[in-house]
């Protein structure tokens, strides 16, 4: 079974500027998540889709980021204009149906803002 | 709201040691506690999952306990490798499915 995939695994971008970063779920997983962990801390949740639906955006900055999950399959999520603080590992989850048990994580995307 | 604490931030053992990683939590009221293995440069990988019913779950050479009255977690990793240096992270799902995350123990075992 594929795991979950993303990219780029990693970007370097200056501050100001546009970066984009895609994930491609386990197939026939319901529930996708992006997290942002910054050197040092925890995964932090950003968004949180149900099928092609969000359920949790709560600590989305929505002034800079935002996500879509098109038919409910992968997802996309960008940032602009990036913030040096945005520099973090991206990870994207996924999970059958969201409703507590293990979610999976793909490698993640490695964003450093100069 | 919920915060996961993990103390120490980092931990160096002679290969061979039998050695046990803490995690407490504030809220009590947790759908299951995982404990989460994160190598430098990779995503997460899910160790032992343990339910708010439980009080372990073992899988090889790993145990980890939950004592949700007291909100503390234990991970115990039994005959330490070389191959066990990784970062581990402790996290609970509460009642609204949201995991959340403690900052990790760096494990360091010394050949």
């Known amino acids: 079974e594929a795991g979950v995939a993303q990219s780029p695994r990693y970007k370097i971008i200056e501050k100001r500027q546009s970066v984009a970063f895609w994930c491609n779920p386990i197939s026939g997983h319901a529930t996708l998540y992006w997290y942002q962990q910054i050197l040092g801390q925890g995964p932090k949740l950003l968004i949180q889709?149900?099928?092609?639906?969000?359920?949790?955006d709560s600590q989305l900055p929505k002034d800079r980021f935002s996500a879509e999950r098109l038919k409910g399959v992968d997802s996309t999520l960008k940032i602009q204009p990036a913030k040096l603080e945005d520099s973090a590992v991206y990870l994207c989850?996924?999970?059958?149906?969201?409703?507590?048990?293990?979610?999976?994580f793909g490698p993640g995307t490695r964003l450093l803002v100069l | 709201k919920q915060e996961v604490t993990q103390i120490p931030a980092a931990l160096s053992v002679p290969e061979g040691e039998n050695l046990v990683l803490n995690c407490s939590f504030t809220?009590?009221?947790?759908?299951?506690l995982q404990w989460f293995r994160q190598d430098p440069g990779k995503g997460l990988t899910s160790l032992l999952l343990i339910q708010s019913s439980q009080r372990e779950q073992t899988s090889g050479r790993l145990n980890a306990s939950l004592d949700k009255s007291s909100g503390r977690s234990t991970l115990y990793i039994a005959a330490s490798q070389p191959g066990d240096s990784a970062t581990y992270l402790c996290a609970v799902t509460g009642a609204n499915s949201k995991l959340t995350f403690g900052k990790g123990i760096t494990l360091s075992v010394r050949p």
């Open positions: 989850a996924s999970s059958i149906t969201g409703d507590g048990e293990t979610q999976y």
């Open positions: 809220d009590s009221a947790i759908y299951n």
């Open positions: 889709f149900q099928n092609n639906g969000v359920v949790d």
